[in-house]
């Protein structure tokens, strides 16, 4: 029903709804001619009364909205804050790091104890040892009262977080019975819709699509995206050593299907002398039954682990042989090291490592990658001005180098290569969340693009290792001490 309540004309009331009014008003700014008129449109929530005084009718308008509880709204605002301060990812795996700490120390107890029992002379050496076992047992107790304090603490903090998300729930409840009109509905409906506009123009503006790999090279169509990660764990070592490598075989020999390996480099971050295998991936996130195999006896020395790129293919572990531009080819059944020479301009020693704006990788002048056909080394060389070359890998024995491609890539501008059908994919540093693939190479079409945008999210800072198995397309990545991998999406 339409209703006039004033006698200016210019002033109507469009339409009369219970405890709401619109009114259409013309509004003509000071600068605008006659012809511009503006129409304002006034919504106003009201009790409405009407009395009649002789000729003239009277309305009194009065808000029946209540003052909108905005203490209540930052209050949970601050609760949130709170929760996400408090609740942190190094605190999540606390207990895990004591749990494994632990069992090592108890394993290394019981070792003691046996080499007690089978070499005491009940004499001075009786003593001592009981002593050592002593002072080990004390320690053992010590982490046990960590242990419980640190489990009593947590059982206090989902206590208390469990509190605050009910109250943070009801308080929402009551603050949205202020929605009369329905505005954080159209709010959240208008947010959606933005997000997909500007999803849309991205798309629009959005440039080819990475590289789509023939069926007759391996059967892949294009990389569309990277999901996970699948795993994410810490190894045995905890939090001790950030650098390292792991992985699978990606031509294992017939039983070996299954097996892993890790790499840790021990000393300064740089160097590691022996390989760590396991039968399993449980047992590998357990830390049991794992064999090691040592290149060398210590560290660095003659035939060492430079660096913490390196890949296992057909039984042999490749990596940056100590302090020179070599590559190095283990054998994990002979144990025999065999080498073959990059060019002599070849970065090695840290002077060509990879890196991002904020930091460099230590000693990455080499990186080294296998997909389908083989493996390949990566690496930079002062004769293509520090641009990453790819050069495969024959794995006769000894190793040697075959056919080698260039690129426009600066190798300092990028944190990680891996390839996949003879694809060279690398990846640089966007933040501490998120790590993007940015360019390919394709060593058959020698194609570049440096407009990939496949995002990887990383639940550590850097990301020292990373590797593509062809054998169930994953990323193998070491991140801080963290192993985890990621699958790999085709179209």
Request: aromatic share 10%; net charge neutral.
């Given at each position: 029903?339409?209703?006039?309540?004033?006698?200016?004309n210019d002033i109507k009331t469009l339409l009369l709804l219970p405890n709401i009014v619109y009114y259409e008003v013309p509004f003509?700014?000071?600068?605008?001619?006659?012809?511009?008129?503006?129409?304002?449109?006034?919504?106003?929530?009201?009790?409405?009364?009407?009395?009649?005084?002789?000729?003239?009718?009277?309305?009194?308008?009065?808000?029946?909205?209540?003052?909108?509880?905005?203490?209540?709204?930052?209050?949970?605002?601050?609760?949130?804050?709170?929760?996400?301060?408090?609740?942190?990812?190094?605190?999540?795996?606390?207990?895990?790091?004591?749990?494994?700490?632990?069992?090592?120390?108890?394993?290394?107890?019981?070792?003691?104890?046996?080499?007690?029992?089978?070499?005491?002379?009940?004499?001075?050496?009786?003593?001592?040892?009981?002593?050592?076992?002593?002072?080990?047992?004390?320690?053992?107790?010590?982490?046990?009262?960590?242990?419980?304090?640190?489990?009593?603490?947590?059982?206090?903090?989902?206590?208390?977080?469990?509190?605050?998300?009910?109250?943070?729930?009801?308080?929402?409840?009551?603050?949205?019975?202020?929605?009369?009109?329905?505005?954080?509905?159209?709010?959240?409906?208008?947010?959606?819709?933005?997000?997909?506009?500007?999803?849309?123009?991205?798309?629009?503006?959005?440039?080819?699509?990475?590289?789509?790999?023939?069926?007759?090279?391996?059967?892949?169509?294009?990389?569309?995206?990277?999901?996970?990660?699948?795993?994410?764990?810490?190894?045995?070592?905890?939090?001790?050593?950030?650098?390292?490598?792991?992985?699978?075989?990606?031509?294992?020999?017939?039983?070996?299907?299954?097996?892993?390996?890790?790499?840790?480099?021990?000393?300064?971050?740089?160097?590691?002398?022996?390989?760590?295998?396991?039968?399993?991936?449980?047992?590998?996130?357990?830390?049991?039954?794992?064999?090691?195999?040592?290149?060398?006896?210590?560290?660095?020395?003659?035939?060492?682990?430079?660096?913490?790129?390196?890949?296992?293919?057909?039984?042999a572990l490749y990596y940056n042989c100590y302090n020179t531009y070599s590559v190095c080819q283990f054998n994990m059944t002979t144990?025999?090291?065999?080498?073959?020479?990059?060019?002599?301009?070849?970065g090695y020693n840290n002077k060509l490592p990879f890196g991002h704006l904020a930091a460099a990788y230590s000693y990455t002048d080499?990186?080294?990658?296998?997909?389908?056909?083989?493996?390949?080394?990566?690496?930079?060389?002062?004769?293509?001005?520090?641009?990453?070359?790819?050069?495969?890998?024959?794995?006769?024995?000894?190793?040697?180098?075959?056919?080698?491609?260039?690129?426009?890539?600066?190798?300092?501008?990028?944190?990680?290569?891996?390839?996949?059908?003879?694809?060279?994919?690398?990846?640089?540093?966007?933040?501490?969340?998120?790590?993007?693939?940015?360019?390919?190479?394709?060593?058959?079409?020698?194609?570049?693009?440096?407009?990939?945008?496949?995002?990887?999210?990383?639940?550590?800072?850097?990301?020292?290792?990373?590797?593509?198995?062809?054998?169930?397309?994953?990323?193998?990545?070491?991140?801080?001490?963290?192993?985890?991998?990621?699958?790999?999406?085709?179209?």
């Open positions: 029903m339409k209703k006039s309540l004033f006698h200016n003509l700014p000071s600068d605008m001619g006659q012809s511009n008129i503006f129409i304002l449109l006034i919504l106003i929530p009201l009790t409405f009364t009407q009395s009649v005084k002789g000729k003239v009718c009277v309305c009194d308008l009065k808000n029946s909205d209540p003052a909108f509880p905005m203490n209540k709204l930052m209050k949970v605002e601050t609760s949130a804050l709170q929760c996400t301060g408090t609740i942190t990812s190094q605190k999540m795996t606390e207990l895990d790091r004591l749990v494994l700490g632990l069992q090592q120390r108890i394993k290394q107890l019981e070792d003691n104890v046996v080499m007690l029992e089978k070499e005491d002379d009940r004499n001075l050496y009786g003593a001592v040892s009981l002593r050592i076992i002593e002072l080990e047992i004390a320690e053992i107790q010590g982490l046990f009262n960590k242990l419980n304090s640190t489990t009593t603490n947590y059982q206090h903090l989902s206590l208390q977080t469990a509190a605050q998300l009910d109250d943070m729930k009801d308080t929402m409840e009551e603050l949205e019975k202020f929605d009369n009109m329905q505005v954080i509905k159209k709010e959240r409906e208008n947010q959606r819709i933005k997000r997909e506009l500007e999803q849309c123009k991205e798309e629009i503006k959005a440039t080819a699509p990475p590289p789509t790999v023939p069926p007759a090279r391996c059967g892949l169509g294009r990389m569309v995206s990277v999901v996970g990660p699948r795993t994410y764990s810490l190894t045995v070592y905890s939090t001790s050593y950030p650098y390292g490598a792991w992985g699978r075989d990606a031509n294992p020999a017939r039983g070996d299907e299954n097996k892993y390996w890790l790499v840790v480099l021990l000393l300064s971050n740089v160097y590691g002398h022996f390989v760590r295998q396991y039968n399993t991936l449980s047992t590998l996130l357990i830390g049991i039954g794992q064999t090691d195999t040592y290149i060398s006896s210590s560290n660095p020395t003659t035939n060492t682990i430079q660096g913490p790129n390196m890949v296992m293919y057909g039984n144990r025999s090291v065999s080498t073959v020479a990059l060019p002599k301009d070849a080499m990186d080294f990658a296998t997909d389908e056909s083989g493996v390949y080394v990566i690496y930079a060389s002062t004769s293509n001005f520090g641009n990453v070359i790819i050069t495969k890998v024959q794995t006769s024995n000894p190793p040697v180098l075959g056919q080698t491609w260039t690129t426009s890539l600066y190798k300092g501008t990028v944190t990680n290569t891996f390839m996949v059908c003879g694809v060279l994919y690398a990846t640089r540093y966007l933040d501490k969340e998120t790590e993007e693939i940015f360019y390919s190479y394709d060593t058959k079409t020698k194609e570049e693009r440096f407009d990939l945008k496949i995002n990887i999210k990383k639940m550590q800072t850097n990301i020292q290792f990373l590797n593509y198995d062809p054998r169930d397309h994953l990323l193998y990545v070491y991140s801080d001490a963290y192993i985890l991998t990621y699958e790999l999406i085709f179209q």
